[in-house]
T-cell receptor, first 114, second 112 residues
Protein backbone atom coordinates (compact mmCIF):
# COMPACT_ATOMS: atom_id res chain seq x y z
CA UNK A 1 0.00 0.00 0.00
CA UNK A 2 1.10 3.51 -0.69
CA UNK A 3 1.89 5.82 2.22
CA UNK A 4 2.81 9.49 2.40
CA UNK A 5 4.64 11.06 5.32
CA UNK A 6 4.94 14.76 6.02
CA UNK A 7 7.23 15.09 9.01
CA UNK A 8 6.67 18.80 9.62
CA UNK A 9 3.27 19.51 11.20
CA UNK A 10 4.00 23.23 11.12
CA UNK A 11 6.45 25.55 9.38
CA UNK A 12 6.88 29.29 9.29
CA UNK A 13 8.67 31.64 6.90
CA UNK A 14 9.25 35.34 6.62
CA UNK A 15 7.62 37.12 3.74
CA UNK A 16 9.87 37.14 0.63
CA UNK A 17 11.99 34.29 2.02
CA UNK A 18 12.20 30.70 0.79
CA UNK A 19 10.80 27.67 2.58
CA UNK A 20 10.96 23.94 1.86
CA UNK A 21 8.26 21.48 2.91
CA UNK A 22 9.24 17.84 3.22
CA UNK A 23 7.43 14.77 1.97
CA UNK A 24 8.45 11.15 1.74
CA UNK A 25 6.41 8.35 0.29
CA UNK A 26 6.43 4.63 -0.03
CA UNK A 27 5.27 2.70 -3.06
CA UNK A 28 6.15 -0.56 -4.74
CA UNK A 29 4.99 0.68 -8.12
CA UNK A 30 7.18 2.15 -10.84
CA UNK A 31 4.35 4.10 -12.45
CA UNK A 32 3.03 6.76 -10.11
CA UNK A 33 2.38 10.46 -9.76
CA UNK A 34 3.10 12.95 -7.01
CA UNK A 35 1.21 16.11 -6.12
CA UNK A 36 1.27 19.04 -3.77
CA UNK A 37 -2.07 20.56 -2.83
CA UNK A 38 -2.68 23.77 -0.91
CA UNK A 39 -5.65 24.24 1.42
CA UNK A 40 -6.09 27.85 2.61
CA UNK A 41 -8.44 28.76 5.47
CA UNK A 42 -11.29 28.82 2.94
CA UNK A 43 -10.79 25.00 2.89
CA UNK A 44 -10.71 24.72 -0.91
CA UNK A 45 -8.11 22.18 -2.04
CA UNK A 46 -5.96 23.69 -4.78
CA UNK A 47 -3.46 21.82 -6.94
CA UNK A 48 -0.05 23.46 -6.65
CA UNK A 49 2.23 21.21 -8.64
CA UNK A 50 2.41 17.74 -10.16
CA UNK A 51 5.29 15.38 -10.92
CA UNK A 52 5.29 12.21 -13.00
CA UNK A 53 7.63 9.62 -11.51
CA UNK A 54 9.08 8.71 -14.91
CA UNK A 55 10.28 12.28 -15.45
CA UNK A 56 13.67 13.09 -14.00
CA UNK A 57 13.27 16.83 -14.39
CA UNK A 58 11.83 18.55 -11.35
CA UNK A 59 8.46 20.23 -11.91
CA UNK A 60 8.22 24.00 -11.56
CA UNK A 61 5.24 26.34 -11.39
CA UNK A 62 6.25 29.98 -10.99
CA UNK A 63 7.48 30.36 -7.38
CA UNK A 64 6.82 26.71 -6.58
CA UNK A 65 9.27 23.95 -7.41
CA UNK A 66 9.90 20.42 -6.25
CA UNK A 67 13.00 18.42 -5.43
CA UNK A 68 12.11 14.91 -6.58
CA UNK A 69 14.56 12.29 -5.35
CA UNK A 70 13.17 9.05 -6.72
CA UNK A 71 15.68 6.68 -5.13
CA UNK A 72 15.11 8.26 -1.73
CA UNK A 73 11.35 8.48 -2.34
CA UNK A 74 11.41 12.12 -1.40
CA UNK A 75 9.29 14.89 -2.89
CA UNK A 76 9.87 18.25 -1.23
CA UNK A 77 8.19 21.52 -2.16
CA UNK A 78 10.14 24.76 -2.32
CA UNK A 79 8.30 28.05 -2.17
CA UNK A 80 10.39 31.03 -3.22
CA UNK A 81 9.66 34.67 -2.45
CA UNK A 82 6.95 33.65 0.02
CA UNK A 83 3.82 35.76 0.06
CA UNK A 84 1.17 36.23 2.72
CA UNK A 85 -1.28 34.42 0.45
CA UNK A 86 0.86 31.30 0.61
CA UNK A 87 -0.24 30.70 4.19
CA UNK A 88 -2.18 27.44 4.15
CA UNK A 89 -2.10 23.73 4.87
CA UNK A 90 0.01 21.94 2.30
CA UNK A 91 -0.68 18.32 1.48
CA UNK A 92 1.58 15.93 -0.36
CA UNK A 93 -0.21 13.15 -2.25
CA UNK A 94 0.59 10.23 -4.51
CA UNK A 95 -1.35 8.13 -6.98
CA UNK A 96 -0.42 4.94 -8.73
CA UNK A 97 -0.75 4.94 -12.47
CA UNK A 98 -3.99 3.23 -13.44
CA UNK A 99 -5.42 3.65 -9.94
CA UNK A 100 -8.00 6.24 -8.98
CA UNK A 101 -6.90 6.53 -5.40
CA UNK A 102 -5.03 9.63 -4.21
CA UNK A 103 -3.20 8.96 -0.95
CA UNK A 104 -2.58 12.07 1.14
CA UNK A 105 -0.14 12.93 3.88
CA UNK A 106 -1.37 14.59 7.06
CA UNK A 107 -0.31 18.03 5.94
CA UNK A 108 2.02 20.84 6.94
CA UNK A 109 0.63 24.12 8.19
CA UNK A 110 2.61 27.00 6.70
CA UNK A 111 2.57 30.41 8.36
CA UNK A 112 3.96 33.42 6.50
CA UNK A 113 5.12 36.23 8.77
CA UNK A 114 5.06 39.82 7.47
CA UNK B 1 -13.22 26.10 -18.54
CA UNK B 2 -14.25 23.39 -16.13
CA UNK B 3 -15.96 24.18 -12.85
CA UNK B 4 -17.15 22.06 -9.96
CA UNK B 5 -20.05 22.95 -7.72
CA UNK B 6 -20.69 21.41 -4.36
CA UNK B 7 -23.50 22.19 -1.96
CA UNK B 8 -24.44 22.97 0.67
CA UNK B 9 -21.36 24.68 2.11
CA UNK B 10 -22.36 23.84 5.67
CA UNK B 11 -24.90 21.45 7.09
CA UNK B 12 -26.02 20.64 10.61
CA UNK B 13 -27.99 17.43 10.97
CA UNK B 14 -29.31 15.41 13.92
CA UNK B 15 -28.14 11.88 14.52
CA UNK B 16 -30.29 9.40 12.62
CA UNK B 17 -31.38 11.84 9.92
CA UNK B 18 -30.73 11.22 6.20
CA UNK B 19 -28.08 12.97 4.15
CA UNK B 20 -27.72 14.06 0.56
CA UNK B 21 -24.73 16.06 -0.68
CA UNK B 22 -24.60 16.97 -4.32
CA UNK B 23 -21.71 17.69 -6.64
CA UNK B 24 -21.86 18.74 -10.28
CA UNK B 25 -19.16 19.43 -12.82
CA UNK B 26 -19.41 21.71 -15.83
CA UNK B 27 -17.26 22.10 -18.90
CA UNK B 28 -16.18 18.48 -19.32
CA UNK B 29 -17.73 15.16 -20.21
CA UNK B 30 -17.30 11.68 -18.77
CA UNK B 31 -15.05 12.81 -15.91
CA UNK B 32 -13.91 10.64 -13.05
CA UNK B 33 -15.66 11.81 -9.88
CA UNK B 34 -14.61 11.41 -6.26
CA UNK B 35 -15.88 11.91 -2.72
CA UNK B 36 -13.36 12.51 0.07
CA UNK B 37 -13.70 13.10 3.80
CA UNK B 38 -11.28 15.18 5.82
CA UNK B 39 -11.23 14.74 9.57
CA UNK B 40 -10.09 17.69 11.67
CA UNK B 41 -6.34 18.28 11.27
CA UNK B 42 -5.93 15.34 8.94
CA UNK B 43 -5.44 14.64 5.27
CA UNK B 44 -8.12 13.47 2.92
CA UNK B 45 -9.52 9.97 2.81
CA UNK B 46 -11.07 8.69 -0.40
CA UNK B 47 -14.62 7.41 0.19
CA UNK B 48 -15.98 6.71 -3.29
CA UNK B 49 -15.06 7.20 -6.89
CA UNK B 50 -16.88 6.80 -10.18
CA UNK B 51 -15.52 6.37 -13.69
CA UNK B 52 -18.95 6.56 -15.35
CA UNK B 53 -22.71 6.76 -14.92
CA UNK B 54 -23.92 4.17 -12.44
CA UNK B 55 -20.38 2.96 -11.71
CA UNK B 56 -19.42 3.41 -8.06
CA UNK B 57 -16.37 2.08 -6.25
CA UNK B 58 -16.20 2.19 -2.47
CA UNK B 59 -12.86 2.54 -0.74
CA UNK B 60 -13.92 2.13 2.89
CA UNK B 61 -16.92 0.40 4.48
CA UNK B 62 -19.10 2.93 6.20
CA UNK B 63 -22.50 4.41 6.77
CA UNK B 64 -22.45 6.29 3.48
CA UNK B 65 -23.27 5.54 -0.14
CA UNK B 66 -22.73 7.30 -3.44
CA UNK B 67 -24.60 7.48 -6.71
CA UNK B 68 -23.97 8.94 -10.14
CA UNK B 69 -27.32 9.37 -11.86
CA UNK B 70 -25.93 11.62 -14.59
CA UNK B 71 -22.56 12.03 -16.29
CA UNK B 72 -21.54 15.10 -14.31
CA UNK B 73 -23.48 14.59 -11.08
CA UNK B 74 -22.21 12.76 -8.03
CA UNK B 75 -24.27 12.36 -4.86
CA UNK B 76 -23.19 11.31 -1.39
CA UNK B 77 -25.97 9.89 0.79
CA UNK B 78 -26.80 8.29 4.07
CA UNK B 79 -30.05 6.85 5.39
CA UNK B 80 -29.15 7.44 9.04
CA UNK B 81 -26.30 9.70 10.07
CA UNK B 82 -23.95 8.81 12.91
CA UNK B 83 -21.95 11.18 15.09
CA UNK B 84 -18.82 9.78 13.46
CA UNK B 85 -20.01 11.05 10.07
CA UNK B 86 -19.13 14.61 11.05
CA UNK B 87 -16.37 16.12 8.96
CA UNK B 88 -15.46 18.05 5.88
CA UNK B 89 -16.55 16.43 2.63
CA UNK B 90 -14.90 17.27 -0.65
CA UNK B 91 -15.95 16.34 -4.15
CA UNK B 92 -13.36 16.19 -6.93
CA UNK B 93 -13.20 15.52 -10.64
CA UNK B 94 -10.49 14.51 -13.06
CA UNK B 95 -10.18 13.86 -16.75
CA UNK B 96 -9.22 10.30 -17.66
CA UNK B 97 -5.71 8.99 -18.01
CA UNK B 98 -3.97 10.02 -14.82
CA UNK B 99 -4.90 13.67 -14.88
CA UNK B 100 -4.79 15.56 -11.57
CA UNK B 101 -7.91 15.86 -9.45
CA UNK B 102 -9.61 19.20 -8.96
CA UNK B 103 -11.66 19.83 -5.86
CA UNK B 104 -14.88 21.60 -4.98
CA UNK B 105 -15.20 24.00 -2.07
CA UNK B 106 -16.36 21.30 0.33
CA UNK B 107 -19.23 20.78 2.75
CA UNK B 108 -18.80 21.10 6.50
CA UNK B 109 -21.10 18.50 8.04
CA UNK B 110 -21.86 18.64 11.75
CA UNK B 111 -23.90 15.93 13.42
CA UNK B 112 -25.67 16.79 16.67
Amino acid sequence: AQTVTQSQPEMSVQEAETVTLSCTYDTSESDYYLFWYKQPPSRQMILVIRQEAYKQQNATENRFSVNFQKAAKSFSLKISDSQLGDAAMYFCATKQGGSEKLVFGKGTKLTVNP
Amino acid sequence: SQTIHQWPATLVQPVGSPLSLECTVEGTSNPNLYWYRQAAGRGLQLLFYSVGIGQISSEVPQNLSASRPQDRQFILSSKKLLLSDSGFYLCAWADKHNQPQHFGDGTRLSIL
